[in-house]
């Protein structure tokens, strides 16, 4: 496993803070070790420029009254080279200054403590090229030069200054003095700037860290808290939401039993009345064909003509509304099959055409109680276009899925009112009837015109 997947799964599951404090603290130690860097490169070319300028100082005033005859020549003269000899020999300043080298532009030597480097000519450094453009050079440690070979042998830390001879009273740089003073000292102090620094940035960037970790750390409680009584609640709100599908199934439940309750109520009515009144009717009638045998005078026959007439009518009204209140059986029929019963029994009772048509080929997967709703919408629908739109241009259509099943009965008329209420019991109790089971109803006006009935089924309501 790589070093960032297991970063990722140690940070898996951990506080703010402590993420924070990973991802801080890797940011912080990169700053503070940039941050001393770039102090410690400023303090120690601050000393050494410093400890150089006060050499150089010192050593201009020695050296430049000597070295004048480098204006016009190549060499120093035997009096000035034995001056010279006096002083980086037999005075104090031997102790400091271990060696030196006089340059001519161009990088010849033309006075060295070495005598062996005298005449020879070498690539010329940015450092000398910087003191011969009249700037105190200096460098700490650094003999790598080719000519520096005698300095590395010492082995002891040493200050390199490269110092611009000028020539009296125009100021030209004639020559460079580089010397190489021994400091022990200056090598103990950048030492402890280094440490010192270092140590004062790691305080710093750790103070600033801990006090951002530790504001981090509180809005971590903070969150953490939230994030608890959010847990809390939303736990709670699933037992509630758990709790209410509960409550809806057993609504629906109810619904359904009430339907079928319902259902049965009306086809015992139904059956009663074929049973009862419309046999006694028909009883009726038939000893009405006695009385008109028997019938005495042209009035008579009249009336009993007239009983006879309302008879048959109340007999034809109550065969109708028996049949209508007969459910066919309509168990293990599937949706399609059900709204075409619906259709036909509306065809073959008023003889009204209908046009019916099926988009889907499968169906969600609905409880005994919607394939009863399906049957009775498209019954009241039909019966509601045919009083109130003249059974004009009446179509039922059907579209299915897996999920959804939606249902219309359209026709030419008026339309319907958006509150079913409005348009009587029937349609009022047919929105209940679909609600109750989980559906939406809908009616209105159609896009294309005229009236519109809609229900609509969603298998995720039974789910």
């Excluded at 010192?58 to 120093?76: E, G, K, N």
């Excluded at 940015?126 to 460098?139: I, K, M, N, Q, Y």
């Excluded at 109708?320 to 036909?344: C, F, H, N, W, Y």
Aim: glycine residues 8%; aromatic residues 4%; proline residues 4%.
């Amino acid at each position: 496993m790589s070093a960032d997947a297991t970063t990722r799964i140690s940070c898996k599951g951990a506080t703010l803070a402590t993420r924070y404090a990973l991802a801080s603290g890797i940011v912080l130690i990169l700053a503070a070790l940039l941050i001393s860097s770039f102090i410690t490169r400023r303090i120690e070319a601050n000393v050494v420029s410093n400890s150089a300028n006060s050499t150089a100082l010192f050593m201009d005033s020695v050296l430049s009254p000597l070295a004048q005859d480098l204006a016009t020549q190549d060499r120093l003269g035997p009096g000035a080279q034995q001056a010279l000899d006096e002083i980086f020999l037999n005075t104090p300043l031997a102790d400091r200054v271990l060696s030196y080298k006089i340059w001519k532009p161009g990088g010849l030597i033309a006075q060295a403590s070495d005598p062996a480097l005298i005449g020879r000519t070498f690539p010329v450094s940015d450092s000398l090229t910087r003191a011969l453009h009249g700037e105190v050079a200096a460098e700490f440690s650094s003999h790598s030069d080719e000519e520096d070979r005698a300095e590395r042998a010492f082995g002891v830390p040493l200050l390199e200054i490269y110092s611009p001879i000028r020539k009296d009273y125009t100021g030209e740089v004639i020559a460079v003095a580089e010397f190489y003073e021994f400091h022990e000292q200056l090598e103990v102090d950048l030492a402890a700037a280094r440490r010192d620094t270092r140590l004062a940035v790691a305080g710093v960037i750790a103070g600033l860290g801990l006090v951002l970790y530790l504001i981090v750390l509180r809005a971590s409680h903070m969150i953490q808290r939230q994030q608890d009584r959010l847990s809390k609640q939303f736990a709670e709100l699933q037992t509630m939401a758990q709790r209410n599908r509960r409550l809806r199934d057993q609504v629906r439940d109810a619904a359904g039993r009430a339907a079928d309750a319902t259902e049965h109520s009306l086809r015992r009515i139904g059956a009663d009345l074929h049973d009862g009144p419309a046999q006694q009717l028909a009883f009726a009638a038939l000893h009405l064909d006695g009385l008109r045998e028997r019938q005495a005078s042209p009035t008579d026959a009249a009336e009993i003509a007239a009983v006879e007439q309302a008879l048959a009518g109340a007999m034809t009204e109550i065969r109708a509304i028996s049949r209508g209140l007969a459910l066919p059986e309509i168990a293990g029929k599937t949706p399609a099959q059900i709204t075409r019963m619906a259709v036909d029994e509306h065809r073959l009772r008023t003889g009204n055409p209908v046009l019916f048509e099926v988009d889907g080929d499968t169906s969600p997967d609905l409880p005994p109680a919607a394939d009863v709703c399906l049957y009775r919408f498209v019954q009241e629908g039909l019966n509601n276009a045919a009083r109130h739109a003249g059974a004009k241009e009446l179509a039922v259509r059907l579209t299915m899925s897996e999920r959804r099943l939606e249902l219309r009965v359209i026709d030419a008329g008026p339309g319907i009112p958006s509150d079913p209420g409005a348009a009587g019991l029937g349609l009022a109790g047919l929105r209940d009837r679909v609600e109750s089971l989980g559906g939406s109803f809908r009616a209105g006006q159609a896009p294309e015109g005229g009236g519109l009935l809609e229900l609509v089924f969603d298998s995720g309501e039974w789910k």
